[in-house]
C-alpha cells in the first residue's frame, strides 16, 4: 500500500451509500485521473465516516480530490484486449469544488484581515 493524493472527475453514476456487515455506512465511487500522456486511469474509491459523508454528497461529473491509502490493479480490457490499470483508494480525506469555494474568502475579505 502507499499513500496518495490524486484528483479527478467522478464517472459510473452517483456515489453509492451502503451498509457494511457491522451496521457502518461507508459510500463508493468511481472517478477518472488523467496522466501526463493524457490517458485516463479509472480510480475506485471507498470512504468512511467524515470523508464518506462528503463523497455521498457528490454527483456523477463532480471534480474530486482524494487521499489515503491506495493500491494499483491491473486487466485487460474486455472489448479491445489492451492491457489496463486502475488505483483503489481507502479515502482518508475527500475534498470537492463545494468545499473549497467555501473555504475561500472574497478578495476584499483577505486584504482586510
Given at each position: 500500500m502507499m499513500t496518495v493524493l490524486i484528483g479527478g472527475k467522478?464517472?459510473?453514476?452517483?456515489?453509492?451509500?451502503?451498509?457494511?456487515?457491522?451496521?457502518?455506512?461507508?459510500?463508493?465511487?468511481?472517478f477518472a485521473a488523467v496522466q501526463d500522456d493524457g490517458e485516463r486511469v479509472l480510480v475506485s474509491v471507498i470512504a468512511f465516516n467524515e470523508a464518506g459523508e462528503k463523497l455521498a454528497r457528490l454527483k456523477k461529473a463532480d471534480d474530486i480530490v482524494c487521499s489515503g491509502r491506495a493500491s494499483v490493479s491491473a486487466w485487460l480490457d474486455k472489448t479491445t484486449g489492451e492491457p489496463k490499470a486502475g488505483v483503489r483508494i481507502?479515502?482518508?480525506?475527500?475534498?470537492?469544488?463545494?468545499?473549497?469555494?467555501?473555504?475561500r474568502k472574497p478578495k476584499a475579505e483577505e486584504g482586510s484581515a
Open positions: 467522478l464517472v459510473a453514476g452517483d456515489p453509492e451509500v451502503r451498509t457494511g456487515k457491522n451496521g457502518q455506512p461507508y459510500t463508493t465511487a468511481k481507502v479515502a482518508e480525506h475527500i475534498l470537492s469544488q463545494y468545499e473549497l469555494a467555501g473555504r
